[in-house]
């Protein structure tokens, strides 16, 4: 199957800093990608939708200057914190697919490992 | 707010047993699909159903959804400790949507 690749797996950086998330595609081109937030036992929230070029959509009440979300090429989207707070602290999923609308035409969707950020 | 709500929150079996997870929703959907995730892990998924299927299999997996009740169901069959893992179902919304709403999960739990 395909590989969604994330770095770092795990990361704590330290308050008011900013830390960068990678999400690669290994081995198919990804129209769109995925960003989730994810507390501990609890279920995956979509931060934010993005395709290849264009702005990410952010879910209501996701602050977009907070969580820059780019997506320059069809292998790789990032995630950046900015201005990081402990708060911000959770497991941070990503997921690709070939599909601009894999969630209607019911085509697969691969996730990536995910990253646990701990601010301190 | 959450689509799905899942239950049990948590299922302790036997290696060899059955497990049956459900998955309730609240609006209209265009598929349903079933994750699994191991701890501290992304997810792999599973099986999607689509709204016009009622039932579907792969391997030891048997999914059954009605959507009269806007519900559905995972069962694992001959359960493997290999299989501990937590279970989510989420739903693909109707009229083109490209949100995939997630349930609460279940954690499972097969013991040897």
């Known amino acids: 199957g395909a590989v969604v690749s994330q770095h770092p797996s795990r990361v704590i950086c330290k308050s008011g800093t900013s830390v960068k998330i990678e999400c690669r595609s290994l081995d198919f081109q990804a129209t769109t990608m995925f960003w989730y937030r994810q507390f501990p036992k609890q279920s995956l929230m979509l931060m934010a939708t993005s395709n290849e070029g264009s702005k990410a959509t952010y879910e209501q009440g996701v602050e977009k200057d907070k969580f820059l979300i780019n997506h320059a090429s069809l292998t790789l989207s990032t995630l950046t914190v900015t201005s990081a707070h402990p708060e911000d602290s959770s497991f941070y999923i990503c997921?690709?697919?070939?599909?601009?609308?894999?969630?209607?035409?019911?085509?697969?969707?691969?996730f990536g490992e995910g990253s646990w950020l701990t601010v301190v | 707010s959450q689509q799905g709500e899942e239950d049990p929150q948590a299922l302790s079996i036997q290696e060899g047993e059955n497990a049956t997870m459900n998955c309730s929703y609240k609006t209209s959907i265009n598929n349903l699909q079933w994750y699994r995730q191991n701890s501290g892990r992304g997810l792999v998924h599973l099986i999607l159903?689509?709204?016009?299927?009622r039932e579907k299999h792969s391997g030891r997996l048997r999914v059954t959804l009605d959507t009269s009740k806007k519900s559905s169901s995972l069962l694992i069959t001959a359960s493997r400790a290999a299989d501990t893992a937590s279970y989510f179902c989420a739903t693909g919304p109707t009229g083109g949507g490209n949100k995939l709403t997630f349930g609460t999960g279940t954690q499972l739990k097969v013991e040897l």
């Open positions: 159903i689509r709204s016009n299927e």
């Open positions: 997921s690709a697919s070939r599909d601009r609308h894999p969630v209607s035409s019911g085509n697969t969707i691969y």
